[in-house]
Protein backbone atom coordinates (compact mmCIF):
# COMPACT_ATOMS: atom_id res chain seq x y z
CA UNK A 1 0.00 0.00 0.00
CA UNK A 2 1.50 3.50 -0.93
CA UNK A 3 -0.90 6.63 0.45
CA UNK A 4 -3.58 4.47 1.34
CA UNK A 5 -4.03 2.74 -1.72
CA UNK A 6 -2.67 -0.76 -3.42
CA UNK A 7 -0.46 -1.01 -5.80
CA UNK A 8 -1.52 -3.30 -8.23
CA UNK A 9 1.54 -5.66 -9.76
CA UNK A 10 1.86 -5.48 -13.56
CA UNK A 11 0.39 -9.17 -14.69
CA UNK A 12 4.37 -10.58 -15.85
CA UNK A 13 5.87 -9.55 -12.58
CA UNK A 14 6.84 -13.42 -11.72
CA UNK A 15 7.12 -14.14 -15.04
CA UNK A 16 5.76 -16.97 -17.80
CA UNK A 17 3.61 -18.87 -15.80
CA UNK A 18 1.81 -16.98 -13.48
CA UNK A 19 -1.59 -15.05 -13.38
CA UNK A 20 -2.89 -12.45 -10.63
CA UNK A 21 -6.23 -12.58 -10.14
CA UNK A 22 -8.47 -11.36 -7.62
CA UNK A 23 -9.75 -13.83 -4.36
CA UNK A 24 -11.60 -12.65 -1.71
CA UNK A 25 -10.69 -14.55 1.36
CA UNK A 26 -11.48 -14.35 4.92
CA UNK A 27 -9.53 -11.96 7.29
CA UNK A 28 -7.89 -12.36 10.34
CA UNK A 29 -9.65 -12.49 13.31
CA UNK A 30 -9.41 -14.16 16.85
CA UNK A 31 -13.11 -13.53 17.70
CA UNK A 32 -12.13 -11.97 21.04
CA UNK A 33 -9.47 -9.37 22.63
CA UNK A 34 -6.18 -9.65 21.87
CA UNK A 35 -4.84 -7.29 24.09
CA UNK A 36 -6.53 -8.87 26.87
CA UNK A 37 -5.56 -12.55 25.61
CA UNK A 38 -1.55 -11.44 25.31
CA UNK A 39 -1.98 -9.39 28.84
CA UNK A 40 -3.77 -12.39 31.64
CA UNK A 41 -4.27 -15.08 28.76
CA UNK A 42 -8.17 -14.44 29.34
CA UNK A 43 -10.90 -14.61 26.67
CA UNK A 44 -12.50 -11.19 26.58
CA UNK A 45 -14.84 -9.34 24.56
CA UNK A 46 -16.07 -12.31 23.12
CA UNK A 47 -17.59 -11.77 19.13
CA UNK A 48 -20.84 -14.12 20.04
CA UNK A 49 -21.13 -14.82 16.16
CA UNK A 50 -17.46 -15.62 16.00
CA UNK A 51 -15.78 -18.80 14.99
CA UNK A 52 -14.00 -18.85 18.89
CA UNK A 53 -17.43 -18.07 20.01
CA UNK A 54 -19.12 -21.21 17.64
CA UNK A 55 -16.17 -23.59 18.61
CA UNK A 56 -17.12 -23.26 22.72
CA UNK A 57 -14.71 -20.32 23.90
CA UNK A 58 -16.73 -18.39 26.57
CA UNK A 59 -15.87 -14.77 28.00
CA UNK A 60 -14.03 -15.72 31.41
CA UNK A 61 -11.81 -18.48 29.79
CA UNK A 62 -8.26 -18.64 30.85
CA UNK A 63 -6.15 -19.50 28.34
CA UNK A 64 -3.83 -22.43 29.59
CA UNK A 65 -1.12 -23.46 25.97
CA UNK A 66 -2.37 -22.25 22.53
CA UNK A 67 -0.95 -24.06 19.17
CA UNK A 68 -0.07 -21.79 16.28
CA UNK A 69 -1.28 -18.48 17.35
CA UNK A 70 0.78 -16.64 15.01
CA UNK A 71 1.16 -19.40 12.62
CA UNK A 72 -2.30 -18.74 12.41
CA UNK A 73 -2.31 -15.92 11.21
CA UNK A 74 0.75 -16.57 8.43
CA UNK A 75 -0.99 -19.91 7.28
CA UNK A 76 -4.15 -19.03 5.85
CA UNK A 77 -6.06 -22.66 6.36
CA UNK A 78 -4.12 -23.25 9.78
CA UNK A 79 -6.58 -23.69 12.64
CA UNK A 80 -5.75 -22.43 15.98
CA UNK A 81 -6.55 -24.55 19.27
CA UNK A 82 -6.48 -23.56 22.55
CA UNK A 83 -6.62 -25.53 25.93
CA UNK A 84 -8.65 -23.25 28.22
CA UNK A 85 -9.62 -23.62 32.17
CA UNK A 86 -13.19 -23.32 32.82
CA UNK A 87 -14.59 -23.91 35.82
CA UNK A 88 -11.22 -26.17 37.04
CA UNK A 89 -11.55 -28.23 33.95
CA UNK A 90 -9.26 -28.11 31.04
CA UNK A 91 -11.41 -28.11 27.36
CA UNK A 92 -10.07 -28.32 24.01
CA UNK A 93 -11.25 -25.75 21.65
CA UNK A 94 -10.19 -25.71 18.03
CA UNK A 95 -11.63 -22.90 15.49
CA UNK A 96 -10.52 -20.99 12.04
CA UNK A 97 -9.10 -17.52 13.33
CA UNK A 98 -11.23 -15.62 10.42
CA UNK A 99 -14.09 -13.04 9.95
CA UNK A 100 -16.55 -14.28 8.31
CA UNK A 101 -16.73 -11.43 5.56
CA UNK A 102 -14.65 -11.58 2.85
CA UNK A 103 -12.24 -8.39 1.84
CA UNK A 104 -10.15 -7.82 -1.53
CA UNK A 105 -7.39 -10.03 -2.21
CA UNK A 106 -4.91 -10.51 -5.32
CA UNK A 107 -3.45 -14.08 -5.31
CA UNK A 108 -1.00 -14.89 -8.07
CA UNK A 109 -1.93 -18.71 -9.54
CA UNK A 110 0.45 -20.79 -11.73
CA UNK A 111 -0.98 -21.95 -14.79
Not at 41 to 68: E, P, Q, W, Y
Request: with cysteine.
Amino acid sequence: MAAGKIIIPATDSLGPGFELIREDLEHFSLGFSEEAFCRGRIIADLDLCSRAALAGLRNGDTVVRNTFMFQSQEYFWKKMTLVVEREGKELEVSFWPRIWQKVECLQWHQL
